[in-house]
C-alpha cells in the first residue's frame, strides 16, 4: 500500500497510512470510514487504480491471495475443467449409445417374451379349434349317415299330409253338407213355431169411423178414453188408427210404444181388484200388453236354443205377467228383451237398415223374413259397428237404470236357466229323416203338428234329464 500525499505517482500506493488519532478509535469512532461496497468499518482502503487491475486482498489474513492470483488461478482451471471434457465427452457419447443399446434390447426381449405368451396362447386356442373341428366333422359324418333314414321319413310325412288334406277336403264337405241340413231343419223347426205356436200377424191400421157418425158419440167415445193419471188428464187411444202385430192372440202397438200398460198399472194402483169378464181383459190395453210380451221372451228364448245363441240378458219367462212393476222394471224388462232381438239380428247377418231397436215384433218378423236374414247360419258375427252402436244407443238408457234390485234384474242364472250337460242324441239319423219328413207333410195333418212338436221337447227334455242325473 501507498500513503496518501499531494504527488501523484504512477503505481497506485497498496495502503493509506491514516493518523493516529484515527486508529486510536473505536468501531463506533467516527474516524472509521464505511465502506461503500460491503458496508462495513475499515481503515484500509484500496484506490480505484488497484482494484481495477486486481491488485487488492481480502481483509481477513487467511486469504493472503490477490484478486488477480485467484482470477488467474480459475482461467487455469477452466481451460484444466474444458481439457478434461473434451477428453470425456467421446466417453460419454459412448457411454450414452451403450446405453441405448441395452434398453432397446431389454425392450426387445419383453416383446419377445409378450410375443412368446401370445403364440403360446395361440396355439392353445388352435388346438381347442382343431379339436371342435374334429367333433364337428364326426358329426357331419353322423349327419350325413343318417340323412337317407330323414328322407324318407320326409317322404312318408309328405304322404301323410297329402292323404290327410284329401281327409280334410273330404270333413269339410261334410261338414258343410251337415250344416246345410242342420240349417234346413232349424228353419223348418223355426218356421213350425212361428205357423203353429207362436204366429205372428201384421194387423192393418182399422178405417177411421164413418163421417156420418153423430158428434155426440164421438165426443162421448172421447170421453170414455180420457182418464186422469198422475195428476193430469191421459187420453188413451184404443190403437185403432195404428199398426199392431199379434203374436199368438195378444197384440202389440207396431211404433213400440207401450206406455199404456205403465197408464193402466199407475191408474189401477189403488185400486180394489175385481173379477173382470173375458171381453174386458181382452179390451184391457195393459193386459193385451203383458200377455204379448210373455208370448214374445217365450219366442225369442225358443229361436235362441234353436239358433244356438247365448242372450246377452236372461229374461224370465214371468217377468211381464207381474202387474205390479213400476215403471223403471217395465221399461228395463222390455229394453232387454228388445237388445235379446236385435242381438239375435246381429248374429243372423239382418240387415241392420232394416231394424228398429223399440219395435219388438217388427225386427222379429225382419230375423224370420229370409230376403234380408241368413237365418240358421253359423259363424262368427260381422256387422258394421257404428251401425250397431247407434241401435244400442237408443235403449242404453233403460237398460242402465239401477232401481231394481239385483236378485230380479241380474244377470245370474235363475232356475229356468239352469246348465245341463251337453248329452250327445243317439237318434241324429232319425233326426235328418225328420227334416226329410216335415217337407212332404200334407196340410191337412197340421193340427197333429202341434202335438208332436210338444211331444219331441218333452222326449228331449226327459233324454237331457237322464243324460245329467244317469237315471
Not at 450414452?96 to 434390447?105: F, G, N, P, S
Not at 340323412?147 to 299330409?161: A, I, N
Not at 239352469?418 to 225328420?434: M, W
Request: charged residues 25%.
Amino acid at each position: 500500500m501507498a500513503t496518501s500525499s499531494s504527488d501523484e505517482s504512477s503505481s497506485a500506493p497498496r495502503d493509506f497510512h491514516l493518523s493516529s488519532s484515527l486508529d486510536s478509535g473505536s468501531r463506533l469512532s467516527p474516524n472509521r470510514q464505511r465502506c461503500p461496497l460491503c458496508c462495513s468499518y475499515k481503515k484500509v482502503f484500496y484506490c480505484k487504480e488497484c482494484i481495477q487491475g486486481g491488485s487488492f486482498t481480502y481483509s481477513s489474513p487467511h486469504y493472503p491471495d490477490s484478486y488477480v492470483e485467484k482470477y488467474t488461478r480459475l482461467l487455469k482451471y477452466k481451460a484444466y475443467k474444458k481439457q478434461i471434457e473434451d477428453e470425456c465427452l467421446p466417453a460419454i457419447d459412448k457411454k450414452q449409445r451403450v446405453d441405448a443399446l441395452y434398453t432397446k434390447i431389454r425392450q426387445k426381449k419383453d416383446k419377445i417374451k409378450v410375443l412368446k405368451l401370445a403364440l403360446a396362447e395361440k396355439k392353445e386356442c388352435q388346438q381347442f379349434n382343431n379339436y371342435k373341428l374334429k367333433d364337428l366333422q364326426r358329426k357331419n359324418e353322423m349327419l350325413s349317415d343318417s340323412l337317407p333314414k330323414y328322407e324318407r321319413q320326409v317322404q312318408k310325412l309328405e304322404s301323410y299330409v297329402l292323404s290327410k288334406q284329401d281327409d280334410i277336403i273330404k270333413s269339410r264337405s261334410d261338414l258343410t253338407e251337415k250344416q246345410l241340413l242342420l240349417k234346413k231343419l232349424i228353419l223348418v223347426r223355426i218356421r213350425q213355431i212361428t205357423k203353429y205356436i207362436f204366429p205372428i200377424t201384421k194387423v192393418q191400421a182399422r178405417i177411421e169411423m164413418e163421417a156420418s157418425e153423430s158428434d155426440m158419440v164421438s165426443a162421448l167415445e172421447e170421453a170414455t178414453r180420457t182418464t186422469y193419471v198422475r195428476n193430469r188428464w191421459v187420453y188413451n187411444p184404443d190403437n185403432a188408427g195404428e199398426l199392431q202385430y199379434t203374436v199368438v192372440a195378444p197384440s202389440l202397438p207396431g211404433s213400440g210404444n207401450y206406455s199404456a200398460y205403465n197408464d193402466w198399472v199407475a191408474q189401477n194402483k189403488d185400486a180394489v181388484p175385481s173379477s173382470s169378464s173375458v171381453t174386458s181383459v181382452e179390451q184391457n190395453p195393459a193386459y193385451r200388453i203383458s200377455a204379448a210380451l210373455t208370448y214374445t221372451a217365450q219366442l225369442v228364448h225358443v229361436l235362441a236354443f234353436y239358433l244356438d245363441v247365448k242372450l246377452p240378458y236372461k229374461l224370465l219367462y214371468s217377468d211381464f205377467c207381474s202387474s205390479d212393476m213400476s215403471e223403471q222394471q217395465f221399461n228395463r224388462r222390455v229394453a232387454r228383451l228388445n237388445a235379446n232381438v236385435l242381438h239375435l239380428c246381429f248374429s243372423q247377418n239382418t240387415d241392420l237398415n232394416l231394424l228398429q231397436p223399440s219395435q219388438t215384433l217388427h225386427n222379429i218378423l225382419q230375423l224370420l223374413d229370409p230376403k234380408v236374414t241368413d237365418l240358421g247360419r253359423s259363424g262368427p258375427v260381422e256387422v258394421d259397428a257404428q251401425t250397431a252402436y247407434d241401435l244400442e244407443q237408443q235403449i242404453a238408457s233403460d237398460l242402465q237404470t239401477s232401481e231394481d234390485s239385483d236378485s230380479e234384474e241380474s244377470d245370474t242364472v235363475p232356475y229356468e236357466w239352469e246348465a245341463v250337460p251337453r248329452v250327445q242324441i243317439s237318434d241324429t239319423t232319425a233326426a235328418i229323416i225328420t227334416l226329410q219328413s216335415t217337407q212332404t207333410i200334407p196340410a191337412q195333418q197340421a193340427n197333429s203338428m202341434t202335438g208332436g212338436l210338444m211331444n219331441s221337447a218333452a222326449a228331449a227334455i226327459a233324454s237331457m234329464w237322464k243324460g245329467w242325473t244317469g237315471r
